[in-house]
């Protein structure tokens, strides 16, 4: 596997942002009322995740290393009013669904962990993928969890109506409200990622294990953009194998 | 050797209250208002009492069967959580609504967290704010209950006593306290849910600090902002409606999730207090029993940790 191919499957199945990291979960509990929604606003990160990772690798022999957290949002703030403004006048309808949650974009951690963790020491190319990967992630996940809260909640899927409601006390489907509204979210999230840890349990026990995300082996956690959620337990068990 | 000298570590004394038997006697306390629910509503009522206890011992026995646990239904909570729940719902509630309302307390609120012991808010409860929230209008739509009927009054639906007195209607307190009104099917007859609750304070199992100190706040919160200075007959009638006694007695002194300090027990008895008050006389819905039984049982942790006794000896310290 060369090392595009690579950046994109770790972004999607090793470090998924929402099943496996747990990053941007805003916006994964907000917008994901619907598969549309949850769609659109993957994809706008998306593109503003590969825009701001190009960037940043271009230039980051240019940062200084001590403003270099500002300088990120500069970039990353630029690329999401450029997205705002193509999503208000292109997709009006998802700009009003997602409301607030555009310009929010700004401060997603996967964002800034990306560009702190990987574009910041990488060069452009793989740069560019790791982007697309965590981007196409993200949204596999928001997609996930939207299409799950849509036919709960509304029988539907991307808008089509699968499951008939009920009408006039006629067999049919009572839509469960609370899944669009956001208890649903956090059921929703919790199951799926019961469910993803469960596959991964089994696949462990057959003696193949998935990929697991690569911790911090290098201890070096002032450069680690995941050092706000990291338990340190990779760390720990590689120190034991050390004392023993 | 003989029996005298038998070396055995503590508890030496054991008591006869097991798990189970704590549950039955809830059970058989919660008899008279299921009865009077099933007479006053009619056959659909014991159908979703069946329909619910079973859908909850089911998913108990599935989620223990599936995730390779001990089986945990011989000791009955599910049986009472279900029964609960049931005695919760509005008696022309879909059966299927009835079954997810179960499904969600035993294996959502219950089980994930751990099972009996752990869940850290009341399961029924749990359950039927789940069925409040996702289908709020067959949650909400009470039938009239016999008596009415039988008096030719409208036959399919009418507002509670506690939603008429919201909108500022005079209610008739007599038939709240028999139990002659619309309502969930467990809650409408306050004589036969006190009948229950009497028989579990004489048998020991449910002390009264939580559900007197919640009235009494309740009554005091009622009096100074309902609206109706010291009219005691508004008292009485939010006294005797909705979930109110069902709620304080039953499900308030729920074991697990209420406070197990002594001076706990009676902040948790005023919390309740104020925060039924607010849902009812400020809040947007008529009741609010459910919701700030379940709000409080949340915490349930935080009162525990300041209110932990001194141990005897520990007086000066800190």
Redesign the interface.
């Known amino acids: 596997m060369n090392k595009c191919t690579e950046r994109i499957y770790n972004g999607i199945v090793k470090e998924n942002p929402t099943f496996i990291l747990m990053l941007g979960m805003c916006p994964t509990l907000a917008v994901t009322t619907s598969a549309i929604n949850g769609l659109g606003m993957g994809l706008s990160t998306t593109v503003v995740l590969v825009m701001s990772n190009m960037l940043i690798s271009v230039l980051r022999n240019i940062i200084p290393d001590k403003v270099r957290v500002p300088a990120f949002i500069v970039v990353v703030a630029s690329f999401v009013t450029i997205v705002q403004f193509l999503v208000q006048g292109f997709i009006p309808s998802l700009y009003d669904s997602l409301g607030i949650y555009i310009p929010l974009i700004v401060v997603n951690c996967i964002i800034l962990g990306r560009a702190e963790s990987y574009a910041s020491k990488n060069s452009v190319v793989p740069s560019i993928f790791d982007g697309i990967g965590m981007g196409l992630g993200f949204t596999v996940g928001l997609t996930c969890i939207g299409i799950v809260r849509e036919i709960l909640g509304a029988g539907q899927i991307f808008g089509a109506q699968v499951l008939p409601l009920a009408e006039n006390g006629g067999f049919g489907y009572?839509p469960?409200?609370?899944?669009v509204?956001a208890?649903g979210a956090f059921?929703v999230l919790a199951c799926l990622v019961a469910i993803m840890n469960v596959v991964r349990a089994k696949a462990e026990k057959k003696g193949k294990p998935l990929p697991a995300a690569q911790g911090c082996l290098a201890g070096d956690c002032a450069s680690c953009g995941q050092s706000s959620m990291c338990t340190g337990k990779v760390n720990a068990a590689s120190e034991k194998k050390e004392n023993a | 050797m003989s029996d005298m000298y038998n070396v055995s570590s503590s508890p030496h004394v054991r008591s006869k209250d097991t798990t189970d038997r704590i549950m039955l006697y809830v059970i058989i306390a919660l008899l008279p208002a299921s009865l009077f629910g099933i007479y006053n509503f009619g056959l659909h009522a014991l159908l979703l009492i069946v329909i619910t206890i079973l859908s909850c011992v089911i998913s108990e026995w599935a989620f223990d069967k599936i995730t390779k646990r001990k089986d945990t239904i011989r000791d009955l909570s599910a049986v009472v959580t279900g029964l609960l729940l049931a005695l919760n719902l509005p008696p022309t509630l879909p059966w299927w609504m009835a079954i997810i309302g179960g499904v969600f307390a035993i294996v959502i609120v219950k089980c994930l967290f751990g099972g009996l012991g752990q869940n850290f808010m009341n399961p029924a409860l749990g359950g039927r704010c789940f069925l409040l929230i996702s289908f709020t209008g067959p949650m909400t739509s009470f039938a009239n209950s016999k008596y009415y009927i039988s008096q030719g009054m409208d036959a399919v639906s009418s507002a509670t006593p506690l939603a008429a007195l919201k909108a500022g209607e005079s209610v008739n307190t007599m038939d709240m306290l028999i139990g002659r009104i619309p309502g969930t099917i467990g809650e409408t007859s306050v004589i036969a849910v006190l009948i229950g609750a009497i028989f579990l304070i004489l048998m020991g199992v449910i002390d009264l600090k939580i559900p007197a100190t919640y009235i009494i706040t309740f009554i005091i919160f009622v009096l100074l902002f309902g609206g109706h200075g010291f009219d005691w007959s508004y008292v009485v009638a939010h006294l005797c409606g909705g979930g109110l006694m069902l709620g304080a007695f039953f499900m308030a002194t729920d074991y697990v999730t209420s406070p197990i300090t002594p001076l706990g027990k009676i902040i948790f008895g005023i919390v309740l207090g104020i925060l039924t008050g607010i849902f009812r006389i400020f809040g947007a819905s008529a009741e609010g029993v459910s919701y700030a039984i379940i709000f409080s049982n949340l915490l349930v942790p935080l009162i525990e940790r300041v209110t932990i006794p001194k141990p005897f000896g520990k007086g000066g310290e800190r």
């Open positions: 009572t469960i409200t609370i899944f509204l208890p059921f």
